[in-house]
């Protein structure tokens, strides 16, 4: 490269007008860049912390979400099979009966078409 070319040559922030980059700010040394690695280790440490311990309490709170789900299944079987046994004929025909309801021997059915019905006037 030529001495002519080199001294016309211009940095970009200078030729555009932009401020000094944040790499140059910073103090120039080995001590700096160790301060600076160190500090993204422990900040990348502690966002791992962070991150497992909101992951762990979710997952207690799952688990404990399932066993309430698993507890709410049980208890909507067990109402199932007492609704289906109160509802079924042999429980509705025993509870008829302490009511003093009668079975039906004869059934007779109202022919509306056949005018052959009593009216309350």
């Given at each position: 490269?030529?001495?002519?070319?080199?001294?016309?040559?211009?940095?970009?922030h200078?030729?555009?007008?932009l401020?000094?980059?944040w790499a140059?700010k910073?103090?120039?040394?080995?001590?700096?860049?160790n301060?600076?690695?160190?500090?993204?280790?422990?900040?990348c440490g502690?966002?791992?912390?962070?991150?497992v311990?909101?992951?762990?309490?979710?997952?207690?709170?799952?688990?404990?979400a399932?066993q309430?789900?698993?507890?709410?299944?049980?208890?909507?079987?067990?109402?199932q099979n007492?609704?289906?046994?109160?509802?079924?004929?042999?429980?509705?025909?025993?509870?008829?009966?302490?009511?003093?309801?009668?079975?039906?021997?004869?059934?007779?059915?109202?022919n509306?078409?056949?005018?052959?019905?009593?009216l309350a006037?």
């Amino acid at each position: 490269m030529s001495h002519a070319y080199a001294v016309t040559m211009t940095r970009p922030h200078e030729a555009l007008g932009l401020p000094q980059p944040w790499a140059r700010k910073l103090p120039q040394g080995l001590s700096a860049l160790n301060a600076v690695l160190a500090l993204i280790t422990v900040a990348c440490g502690l966002a791992y912390i962070v991150l497992v311990n909101t992951a762990t309490t979710k997952g207690y709170t799952l688990a404990q979400a399932q066993q309430r789900l698993d507890s709410l299944k049980t208890d909507t079987l067990t109402l199932q099979n007492k609704a289906e046994t109160m509802t079924s004929m042999q429980q509705l025909t025993s509870n008829a009966a302490a009511l003093g309801f009668v079975p039906v021997d004869k059934v007779q059915f109202v022919n509306p078409a056949r005018k052959n019905y009593a009216l309350a006037k």
